[in-house]
């Protein structure tokens, strides 16, 4: 039980910066975009590859671990930011499916 806490921080945070870097690659993706409808499937293409392989397993173990960590640290139980952080994820991961 001793090493739950820190491997569940080290997961939500490695899964965060997943969830940054799939969302920059869209970023970046999307500004050199060209308007020739062969490139415009090429990039949604690549869009849905990203998204399917890194934004949404990332998304899933950041809430995952974030609800464990909510679980199994006790202090958390008693205040209402965690729940209110459990409950913005849930809606990120609604928005983003």
Same mark, same amino acid.
């Given at each position: 039980?001793?090493?739950? !806490?820190?491997?569940?921080?080290?997961?939500?945070?490695?899964?965060? /910066?997943?969830?940054?870097? /799939? %969302?920059?690659?869209?970023?970046?993706?999307?500004?050199?975009?060209?308007?020739?409808?062969? +490139?415009?499937?090429?990039? !949604?293409?690549?869009? +849905?590859?990203?998204?399917? $392989?890194?934004?949404?397993?990332?998304? /899933?173990?950041?809430? %995952?671990?974030?609800?464990?960590?909510? /679980?199994?640290?006790?202090?958390?139980?008693?205040?209402? $930011?965690? $729940?209110?952080?459990?409950?913005?994820?849930?809606?990120?991961? +609604?928005?983003?499916?």
């Amino acid at each position: 039980m001793r090493h739950v !806490r820190p491997t569940l921080k080290f997961l939500h945070e490695l899964s965060s /910066a997943g969830i940054i870097g /799939a %969302l920059l690659t869209h970023l970046v993706l999307l500004s050199v975009a060209s308007a020739t409808p062969v +490139e415009y499937a090429t990039l !949604r293409r690549a869009i +849905e590859v990203l998204t399917r $392989w890194v934004l949404l397993p990332s998304l /899933a173990v950041v809430l %995952l671990s974030g609800l464990f960590a909510i /679980a199994v640290h006790r202090p958390y139980h008693s205040t209402g $930011w965690p $729940w209110l952080k459990a409950l913005t994820g849930i809606a990120l991961f +609604e928005g983003t499916l």
